[in-house]
């Protein structure tokens, strides 16, 4: 019973201490989700509550100043948004969405740049005739509103690049670039929000100003690349601590390795738990007679869901972990979910001979103790 509870407390702090990161991408794409539902339940919330503008009984017709030219509507914006949206849900479940939200989102860039250069072509023109002004006015004209500069599109650029490169070395990188993402989402919408309430304040007025010109968010720019810089270490540091786990030959340690054919996977002077009872630490063997069965991990998910070995007798079970950084495991368990043969937990890339003691047999179930989620059936006979 209380190996049992154990057991679930080990797998509980696993979740937090080596999280299953294919797990959290797939959940992204469903949080983004629930917080565009609230955001818009809030802004409906917001504007049926809000009082009438005082603009009369009709509708003003909008004018735009002389001089001033406004280019009319456009769906860029709304297919780069379907195409970006179709980008992230191939990026979590790959295939031909993937493919697909790569398509649209360049088609909807090439639209987009098209459509630019024809509002660049009537501005300007083709020719080179045009004569800017003597004076050049520092701001929009009275009753125009525009946005002051801002800093945020670089900073969500930034975010992106950081997330996307999370993406694809996934841990630490992953968790930076969500941050980072999600500060500049928070700001940006902080900067929105700000321009409404002019607006509305204009409404009520009838005079409109323009915010003043946001500093430059040196303190956030420089925690971003800070935080990016401490991802990159910590995610060198665990490939590293990895790579150097994983290549590290049995008895390096001092230990003296099992004598091969011995028939005995403990060391002299182990504890009987260690040797042969069920539920042993099962630290790898690095000798001996062949693996009776191979087990391999691979992009957190065993490749082989099932494998046979004796029953009733020791075996040695290889395990092969194909994911580089990525600690697994491979335990035993019976019916009744107790833990019969429980392996030590290594980082790949690297393989190990685990020498499983007597076990009856029978069907049994086999997981990781990191990724729970990674499963499969031994049979042993």
Not at 17 to 35: E, F, N, S
Not at 76 to 91: M, N, R, Y
Not at 262 to 285: D, E, I, K, L, V
Request: glycine residues 14%; hydrophobic residues 50%.
């Amino acid at each position: 019973m209380l190996e049992r509870i154990w057991t679930r407390l080990l797998q509980l702090t696993a979740e937090f201490v080596t999280p299953d990161w294919g797990k959290i991408i797939g959940v992204i794409p469903v949080i983004m989700a629930v917080l565009v539902v609230i955001v818009l339940l809030w802004m409906i919330r917001r504007l049926r509550s809000a009082p009438k503008a005082r603009r009369g009984k009709r509708r003003i017709e909008p004018r735009t100043p002389a001089g001033i030219h406004m280019p009319g509507p456009s769906f860029a914006p709304a297919f780069a948004a379907i195409g970006t949206f179709l980008l992230f849900l191939g990026l979590v479940f790959n295939g031909w969405i993937l493919l697909l939200g790569v398509i649209a989102l360049v088609l909807t860039l090439l639209y987009w740049l098209a459509e630019g250069v024809r509002i660049y072509d009537k501005d300007i023109g083709i020719d080179t005739t045009t004569r800017l002004p003597a004076v050049i006015p520092e701001g929009p004209p009275p009753g125009v509103h525009m946005p002051g500069p801002s800093w945020r599109p670089f900073l969500g650029a930034f975010g992106m690049f950081a997330l996307f490169l999370g993406l694809v070395f996934g841990g630490w990188l992953l968790t930076a670039g969500i941050i980072a993402l999600i500060a500049t989402l928070i700001g940006w919408m902080g900067d929105a929000v700000k321009e409404y309430r002019e607006v509305v304040r204009a409404d009520t007025t009838g005079h409109l100003e323009n915010p003043p010109v946001g500093k430059t968010p040196r303190i956030l720019f420089g925690g971003l690349v800070v935080l990016i810089v401490i991802a990159t270490v910590l995610q060198l540091s665990a490939f590293a601590i990895g790579e150097v786990s994983g290549g590290t030959a049995p008895g390096a340690s001092g230990a003296p390795p099992a004598a091969a054919g011995s028939g005995s996977s403990a060391a002299p002077g182990a504890s009987p738990g260690a040797s042969g009872q069920p539920g042993g630490s099962g630290a790898p063997g690095g000798g001996g007679a062949a693996a009776a069965a191979t087990v391999a991990a691979k992009d957190i998910q065993f490749v082989q869901t099932s494998f046979t070995a004796p029953g009733g007798k020791p075996f040695g079970l290889e395990f092969d972990n194909q994911d580089a950084g990525v600690p697994h495991n491979i335990d035993i368990k019976d019916a009744s979910g107790t833990s019969v043969f429980k392996g030590d937990i290594f980082n790949g890339a690297a393989k190990k001979v685990y020498e499983v003691p007597a076990i009856p047999a029978g069907s049994y179930t086999f997981v990781c103790d990191v990724h729970p989620s990674m499963k499969g059936t031994a049979t042993l006979q």
